[in-house]
C-alpha cells in the first residue's frame, strides 16, 4: 500500500488546508449576510458544474492518464484560491466570487476525485479496499479536528489572508505528493473498448447499474439519505451561529468533536475490517447517523451538541466504507470511472436540490414559523424554543428523522438487503 498511502497523505494535508478556508468563508459569509441562504448557495454552486460534467468526467477519467487528472485538479484549486486572495487584498472580494471560484473548483474537484476512487483498486489488493475506505475518512475527518478548531483561532490572529496562503501551501504538498508516485492505468478488456466512443460510454455506467437491480436500489438508498442529510447540513452551521450569538469557537469545537468522531469510527474500522456482510455497516451507518442528528438538532446547549455531534460523525465511516466496499468489488475497474461517475451524479444532483431548498425554506417557512407570534409556536415552541435558530433546528431535525428511517426501512428491502449475494463481484466470486 506503499503509493496509496504516500498519495493519501498528500490528500490528508490539502484536506486540512481546504476545511480551514470552507471554515472562514463561513464565518465570513455569515458576518456580512446573516442569512442561511447565502451558506446553502455557496454549497449549491460548489456542486452545479460537476453535475453538469459528470456523465463526460466518467469517461474521461477511463480513457486518459488519471495521475494527470489528480494533479489538475490541485492546480486549478490552487489557481482559484490566488485568485481570492488578490480580490481580499484589493478589496474587491465579494459573496458572489465564492459562488464563481466554487463552481470551477467543483468543475476541477470532479475529476481529481473520480480519476482517485477510481484508481485505489488499481494500487491495492481487494483484502484491503475496506480499510483504505476507511483511510478516506480518517482524512476527511482527522481535518476536522484540527483545521476549524485552528482556522476559529486563526481567523481572529492571521484573519483570511493568513488562512489561505496555509491553504495554498496544503496544495503544493498534495501535488508534490502525486509525483513521487506511480498509479496504474486499468487494461481495456476487449478491443471494442480500445475505441472511444462518446454516446456509448455515457450510458455505460447507468446500463451498469440499471442491469444490476440490487446495485439500484443501493444508488437509490444512498440518494434518499443523502438528500436530507445535505439540507440539514446547509442548515448547521446558521443554526449553531443563530443559537450562539455567532460564536466562532463554539461552531470550531463541533467540527473538531465530528472530527474526533469520525477518526475513531475510521480506526476502528481500519482494525476491525467492518461487518462481514458490508450492507450491514451501510444501514446501521445511516440509522446511528440519523439518531444522533436528531439528538443534536432537539438540544440547545453545547454539553449535548458535543457528544451528539461526535456519534453522528462515529458512524459515517462505517457507512461510507462499507458502501465503497460494495461498489468496488462488484465493478471492473476498467469501467469505475463511469459507473462511479453515474453513482456520484445521482447523488451530486439530489444534494444540490437540498442545498437549493435549505435556505429559502429556512428563512422564509420554519424560522418565522418559530419566532414569536409564528403559527408552530403553539405546538413546538415548548420543544424547539422561539429563539433564533429554533426554526432551523426544526428542519433539521425533519431531515435527521428521514436519514434514520432510510436505514431502518433498508433491512425491510431484500433487493438491497442481499446486494453482496444477488450481484457477484467483478473477480467472479460470490459472497455467501
Not at 438538532?297 to 457507512?319: D, E, M, Y
Not at 465493478?331 to 462511479?340: A, D, E, N, S
Not at 433564533?388 to 428521514?402: D, N, R, T
Request: proline share 5%; with cysteine.
Amino acid at each position: 500500500m506503499r503509493n496509496f498511502m504516500i498519495v493519501w497523505l498528500g490528500q490528508l494535508v490539502s484536506t486540512m488546508g481546504s476545511s480551514m478556508t470552507s471554515f472562514a468563508i463561513e464565518i465570513w459569509s455569515w458576518e456580512i449576510t446573516g442569512k442561511a441562504t447565502t451558506l446553502a448557495l455557496v454549497s449549491f454552486f460548489s456542486l452545479l458544474p460537476s453535475i453538469i460534467i459528470t456523465p463526460i468526467s466518467g469517461v474521461i477519467v477511463d480513457r486518459f492518464n488519471r495521475k494527470l487528472l489528480m494533479m489538475v485538479g490541485d492546480t486549478v484549486a490552487v489557481l482559484t484560491t490566488v485568485i481570492i486572495l488578490l480580490l481580499y487584498l484589493t478589496n474587491n472580494l465579494q459573496i458572489w466570487h465564492f459562488y464563481l471560484t466554487g463552481a470551477i473548483v467543483g468543475t476541477f474537484n470532479q475529476f481529481q476525485k473520480l480519476a482517485y476512487s477510481s484508481s485505489i483498486s488499481l494500487m491495492i489488493p481487494k483484502k484491503h479496499y475496506t480499510r483504505a475506505s476507511s483511510l478516506e475518512f480518517l482524512s476527511s475527518y482527522g481535518s476536522n479536528i484540527i483545521a476549524p478548531a485552528l482556522a476559529g483561532y486563526l481567523y481572529t490572529v492571521i484573519g483570511f489572508l493568513g488562512i489561505w496562503l496555509i491553504d495554498i501551501f496544503t496544495f503544493a504538498i498534495a501535488i508534490s505528493s502525486l509525483l513521487l508516485v506511480n498509479i496504474p492505468q486499468p487494461q481495456p478488456t476487449s478491443e471494442t473498448e480500445k475505441i472511444p466512443h462518446l454516446w456509448r460510454d455515457l450510458g455505460l455506467g447507468w446500463r451498469y447499474i440499471n442491469q444490476r437491480k440490487s446495485l439500484l436500489a443501493l444508488l437509490i438508498a444512498n440518494l434518499l439519505f443523502w438528500f436530507p442529510h445535505d439540507v440539514g447540513d446547509a442548515l448547521y452551521a446558521p443554526m449553531i451561529l443563530s443559537r450562539t450569538n455567532s460564536n466562532s469557537l463554539v461552531l470550531g469545537s463541533l467540527a473538531s468533536a465530528a472530527g474526533l468522531g469520525g477518526v475513531t469510527g475510521a480506526v476502528i474500522i481500519s482494525t476491525w475490517g467492518s461487518f462481514r456482510r458490508k450492507i450491514h455497516g451501510v444501514l446501521l451507518g445511516m440509522m446511528g447517523a440519523g439518531l444522533s442528528k436528531t439528538i443534536f438538532g432537539l438540544s440547545r446547549t453545547p454539553w449535548v451538541w458535543i457528544p451528539a455531534q461526535f456519534c453522528s460523525s462515529f458512524h459515517f465511516p462505517l457507512n461510507g466504507s462499507s458502501e465503497d466496499t460494495i461498489w468496488l468489488a462488484k465493478v471492473p475497474p476498467h469501467i469505475q470511472g463511469r459507473v462511479f461517475a453515474t453513482r456520484s451524479l445521482v447523488v451530486q444532483a439530489a444534494s444540490a436540490i437540498g442545498y437549493l431548498m435549505a435556505g429559502p425554506l429556512a428563512d422564509r417557512v420554519f424560522t418565522p414559523a418559530l419566532q414569536p407570534g409564528g403559527f408552530l409556536v403553539g405546538s413546538l415552541g415548548g420543544l424547539f424554543g422561539t429563539s433564533p435558530g429554533a426554526g432551523l433546528a426544526l428542519l433539521y431535525v425533519i431531515c435527521s428523522l428521514c436519514m434514520l428511517l432510510v436505514g431502518l426501512i433498508g433491512f425491510f428491502v431484500p433487493i438491497l438487503r442481499n446486494v453482496e449475494t444477488i450481484v457477484p463481484d467483478h473477480d467472479g466470486e460470490l459472497v455467501n
